[in-house]
């Protein structure tokens, strides 16, 4: 049996180059958890049904198990483990963890992801455009409703610090 | 926050799949393509020699049974002659990496002798010439059991009023967003440690033992955190078994990830149940008795499925007066993924039927469903007539608590056709009374540890499988220690280090995990406190812990820190280590049975749905559930608030959508019969836009029998979510939905047949024919009884049914 020739990428994941040799025919889903190790990103179903594998690419969410690695060179590519920055958790982390958006935990990091890409698109989201926005990502234990709040709260610290830092600046 | 939270939301946990070790090879499962068949050869030459590939197993490989209940140890790894469900799986092969291994499975070839499939409950209870299970009592019963707590029949023809009403309540399942995933890797000296996405690492333990026939000793089971469980991963499962034999023949570890499509061949989810309940009633209100009849669709193997057929029944007593009741209940196996324990593990669907005859109830006697409720609330410390103890009961405060939040007197029957509101209760235990297995040992052990350094680590074999038990374990130890969330270190879900906790089922974790760790933690303050008190020079009673600190509590000046504290035992006592048990009170019930129901207390809820109902599409959407849930004392409100959210959501799933179901692909291309909905996408549950906004209402009443009072939240929640819809549609549109799920052709068919002026009701039209055996007589204790069985056949079922002039046919 002919096995298909191994391709080696370039990626950039969380600001840091990454190359990487790798069947053609491998999702970026199984590249970043087989290959780089970043077991952070999940996966629920593996036919784009479930959300849990959610990556931003060039700040979209994207099914990272409906994309081909191959597909992803010459972008930038965010996982949950580029989250926190230094050490720095996220204000969407702080408040999930503070405000009952987890529970087991499987579905957080994609929600996270969905919910990063809504906060920087949308400051102030309402409630119509967080359903909207996290609508693609499934999740069995909260019930949703301590995910939207966990959205709202973090909203509230990232416009409080924006509105505190321009006010700083005037 | 809780202990786990931000390793979560930074992608640090690591679940089971998660796991990589050095020189791992990968397992897949080829799986019956035959609903029931004879597996007449397996040649597994080409696949063996396939490149990549180190081992393929078949059932041979396998010659030991095992199941979860010692009652039916019917499972093995890999089915050996015989195949029952399609998904049943039959060879295992591993290679280098999956893709390999799929590649290889393609290479096996079996031959299959099909045997007729039996598709439904109907058809399970026809004679047969090949059973799916040998052990089967009659044709493909598996178990019937009968029952009655005193006179009922007579109780029956007493009351002013008896309703007889059937309902259906279609199986579902958990779909917990992880799947499955189990790594094992044999040690060169004989041991084997197997990291699994398992809810009860211990029973998995025992299964190894004995599958293996290795001693349990030289096993070594990791519950890795869960990614959901809700009951899907308490079975020990075939997957688990074959890559710890696959590790230990190959010397190398072995990873199996199941797809979601072997998620929905596992299953273990919710029986279908249909049910008939007859019930009386006196004018005022109360009940005078009731006769319940289950059947359960167990589809093909046992799993847990005797415990379960036991919980449609026995917990219909702790929420309202019932001074008579019988039950008969009967599972049969089908052709089917194998169901067993879901979220609520068999009560949701007789609380499903009772709620909505009771909502029957209270239209034809021309009363308040919440005051017909309130008027028969068991009250405080009750003894059931089936022998199950009440402890706390906060159920009225529950339902007063809904009344008013949902401006219930305002709106049942008053709001404008096509929006409704609908009211039920439940109730759920806080625990099995019993273990899965007879012994005398503890139910839950927990170990502590402590050293000069001011460290503690608190050592548990109970399993998180989202719910947050770690961190009720956590908070619990550093309540009593007075000392912070980060001082503590947790261990949990490992047999080879933690003590036994029996697992993360029947909402047991909190209470006797939770008794236990306050015990232990109590002793090591106790240790701590006898060397402080001798330094501080006061008596041992007046040495306090807060904000860690140890210190004089008529003089907090005179303190020592908590490591300080420490030292100073140490220094006493030597080396520190505590240990707490916990094992529930004894069954008050003894007859044979008696042991499946009683709990250490029991949690209640209350629930408002308010719905609107499309009368030209059928379509129901709920718009707010208000829900009460006493749950003794709460340990943790953000956490609390979650599990009763997340109740509710499964339950609203439940009742509008959710349903694990069978269909025979065209004889064209098999006729076998298979799995309607293998996937997230076809098995239909609710997004975040379709979640109704929920109000909570937690009401603390704090249970002697639980830790600081706390009762259990995770399951109770859910139980009155489905029948306060289907009230709720019946308050809006003036029909009812005896069964779940409440689709928009059941409920357009009703709205139909109410305009024809016919029956405005979608359900089961009877109850199957059933040969019951004759029914165990237990006398209730108002009755004088002792809570033993007595012989005397006192049942008049045979002679005459019922009065049929009585029956309110609702």
Sequence with gaps: MNKPQHSHLLLKVNNEAAR?????????????????SLTGTKHGCELGECGACTVLVDGKPVLSCLVLAIECEGTNIQTIEGMAVKGQLHPLQIAFAEHGGLQCGYCTPGVLMS????????????????REALSGNLCRCTGYQQIIESVEHAAAVINEADDKSAGADS | MRVDALSKVTGQTLFADDIRLPRMLHCKLLRSTKPHALIENIDVSRASAHPGVHLVLTGKDFPVEYGILPVSQDERPLCRDKVRFVGDPVAAVIACDEQTAAEAMALIDVDYRSLPTIASVNEALLPTDSPLQDYAEENNIHRRLSYSFGDTEEALEQADHVFEDTFFYEGNTHMAMEQHASVASADPDGRVTLWSSTQCPHYVHRALAKALEMPAAHIRVIACPNGGGFGGKTDPFNHEIVVTR??????????????REEVFFCHRGRHQVTMKFRTGVNNDGKLTGMHLQTLLDGGAYGSYGIASTFYTTA?????????????????????????GPKRGHGTPQPRFGQEIQLDKIAEKLDMDPAELRLGMVQPPNALTCNYLKVGTIGLAD?????????????????????????????????????????????HSGVQIKLDRSGAVTVYCGATDVGQGSDDVLVSLVTEVLGIETIDVKCVTGDTDLTPVDLGSYSSRVTLMMGNAAIQAAERARDLIASAVAI??????????????????????????????????????????????????????????????????????????????????TGVVEVSRIYIAHDIGRSLNPVQVEGQVIGGVYMGVGEALMEETTSRRLPPKLSDALVHDSPSMLDYKTLTMHDMPEVLVDIIEDPDPNGPFGAKEVGQGPLLPIMPAIANAIFDAVGVRIDEVPITPAKVLKALEQKAAGRDPRVGPKKFPEIKWPQAMFVLPPDEGGDGKASNKPQRKRAAKMHNMDKVTES
């Excluded at chain 2, 917990?315 to 089917?336: E, G």
Aim: net charge negative.
């Design chain 2, 315 to 339: 917990l219909q007593p702790v929420t309202y007066q019932l001074p008579r009741y019988s039950f008969d209940a009967c599972r049969v196996f089908t052709n089917k993924p194998p169901c």
């Design chain 1, 115 to 130: 919910a990063k890409a809504l906060l920087e698109s949308e400051r102030d989201p309402t409630r119509p455009q967080i």
């Design chain 2, 246 to 259: 696959a590790s230990m023949l190959l010397g190398r570890p072995v990873k199996i990830c199941l797809t």
């Design chain 2, 535 to 616: 330094r501080l020079e006061v008596p041992e009673d007046h040495v306090g812990f807060a904000e860690r600190l140890v210190f004089d509590v008529e003089d907090p000046s005179r303190n020592m820190t908590f490591q300080e504290a420490v030292v100073c035992a140490e220094e006493k006592h030597g080396t520190m280590a505590t240990t707490g048990s916990y094992a529930p009170p004894k069954a008050v019930g003894r007859y044979p049975g008696g042991g499946v129901g009683p709990s250490p207390t029991y949690s209640y809820t209350a629930a408002v749905a308010e719905v609107d109902v499309d009368e030209k």
């Design chain 1, 20 to 36: 990487v040799t790798v069947d053609p025919g491998k999702t970026l889903l199984e590249v970043l958890r087989e290959d780089l």
């Design chain 2, 398 to 442: 529950c339902i007063e608590s809904v009344v008013e939040k949902s401006d219930w007197n305002n709106k049942h029957h008053q709001l404008p056709s096509g929006r409704g509101v609908g009211l039920a209760c439940g109730a759920y235990m806080s625990g099995a009374g019993t273990a899965i297995y007879w012994n005398k040992m503890p």
